[in-house]
């Protein structure tokens, strides 16, 4: 059985436990306190040298890190991934945006204010990396002016990807007022058969 190396809070892994829902696929499930450290300590160092969750452990041993590249690796051959190549390259386009352009500025602004105390020396980041988590919700907000999903006017992976921090962006001061569009497709992610929320446990 799969095995998945989580932290309950995590957009990134929850977006692993949201594919998994998705396919109603079994998997053995770890919580591992990202707080206390629990990922640095050699044990999960030997499971991934990156020390960051999630990190998949497949039948035969393999551990394969990167929330992207797992949910690649589970929707492959599904749904959830298109089977033309135009298709399969936009789903990674959009993969390749919210890793890029999109998690720095709308997660770890949720991250610092949930889980970091107020004197913290990273509340001096607040402004810039909110000013570039509007300015992804933008990119969004335009793309989806004239769609109902991110790619193929279907539900995929890409649009997991994106759901999984931007559903939670106000909790780290990104108002999704200003973004109708992107709170209609919101909606409509949340309205799929299967959904589960970020903080229900496997």
Do not use: C
């Not at 998994?20 to 160092?45: C, H, M, N, Q, S």
């Not at 497949?58 to 959830?80: M, Q």
């Not at 810039?128 to 335009?142: D, F, P, S």
């Not at 973004?179 to 970020?198: C, D, I, K």
Request: net charge neutral; proline share 7%; glycine share 6%.
């Amino acid at each position: 059985m799969l095995t998945l190396y989580d932290y309950l809070d995590s957009g990134n892994g929850y977006k692993i436990r949201l594919l998994f829902a998705l396919l109603k696929r079994p998997y053995r499930w770890v919580e591992l306190d990202i707080l206390a450290g629990a990922t640095r300590v050699p044990e999960f160092l030997a499971k991934n040298p990156n020390g960051r969750i999630p990190t998949l452990q497949l039948e035969d041993g393999t551990y394969l890190a990167e929330s992207d590249a797992i949910l690649w690796y589970l929707a492959e051959g599904t749904r959830f991934i298109p089977a033309d190549p135009i298709g399969r390259a936009l789903v990674l386009q959009w993969m390749f945006f919210e890793q890029y352009s999109h998690e720095p500025y709308v997660a770890t602004p949720r991250f610092i204010r949930r889980h970091l105390p107020e004197d913290s020396p990273r509340y001096a980041e607040l402004p810039v990396r909110l000013k570039q988590g509007r300015a992804a919700l933008a990119v969004m907000e335009t793309h989806l002016t004239t769609r109902r999903f991110f790619v193929a006017e279907r539900y995929t992976i890409a649009d997991m990807a994106l759901y999984a921090y931007t559903h939670v962006a106000g909790e780290g001061g990104l108002e999704l007022a200003p973004y109708p569009h992107v709170t209609a497709w919101l909606a409509r992610v949340a309205a799929e058969s299967g959904h589960v929320p970020l903080t229900e446990r496997p």
